[in-house]
């Protein structure tokens, strides 16, 4: 992998948008979810699961959105010739926002797997079905990528 700044921000652009468009799906979700006159505890457990994922993966955004903005910024002790070194005060911050990544995600999968629960019985097991292999699958794509 190219180690330059600006491959770099671009791994952290397209992380900030997965999160984004999964975080702009969980709110939509919310959106229904808020709407349904029930007040069943799975209704509640859902919008709470839809809740949390929204603000995890928000996080996960701001954060890096700014360290890619940050990575293309020159910088003024910055020499041409220099081999390019991970700032510093970032280096913390990635692994904490893919943890972060993680957590919302499979939130995203409980409030799907959730939500079948809020029509019947049925779908609640094939809903839960899909989002456990969903989980699966999400565990052995990122095996992989996690030390």
């Known amino acids: ?11 952290f652009r397209q992380l900030a948008f997965v999160c984004a468009l999964i975080g702009g799906f969980a709110f939509a979700f919310l959106g229904v979810l808020l709407t349904v006159p029930s007040r069943s505890r799975v209704v509640e457990w ?16 701001i954060g890096w959105t ?12 910055a020499s041409i010739v220099e081999e390019f070194n991970f700032p510093v005060e970032m280096r913390h911050l990635h692994p904490r ?12 999968l409980a409030s799907l797997g959730l939500s079948g629960w809020v029509r019947s019985r049925a779908l609640g097991i094939v809903s839960t079905v899909i989002a456990l292999l969903a989980g699966v699958g999400f565990i052995f794509v990122l095996t992989p990528f996690l030390r």
Request: with cysteine; aromatic share 6%.
């Open 1 to 11: 992998m190219n180690n330059s700044p600006e491959a770099l921000a671009d791994l």
């Open 46 to 61: 859902t919008a709470g699961m839809a809740i949390a994922t929204v603000a995890c993966l928000l996080v996960c955004v």
């Open 66 to 77: 700014l360290m890619a903005s940050q990575l293309v910024t020159p910088r003024p002790s």
């Open 97 to 108: 926002l893919s943890l972060l990544f993680i957590i919302g995600t499979f939130l995203f």
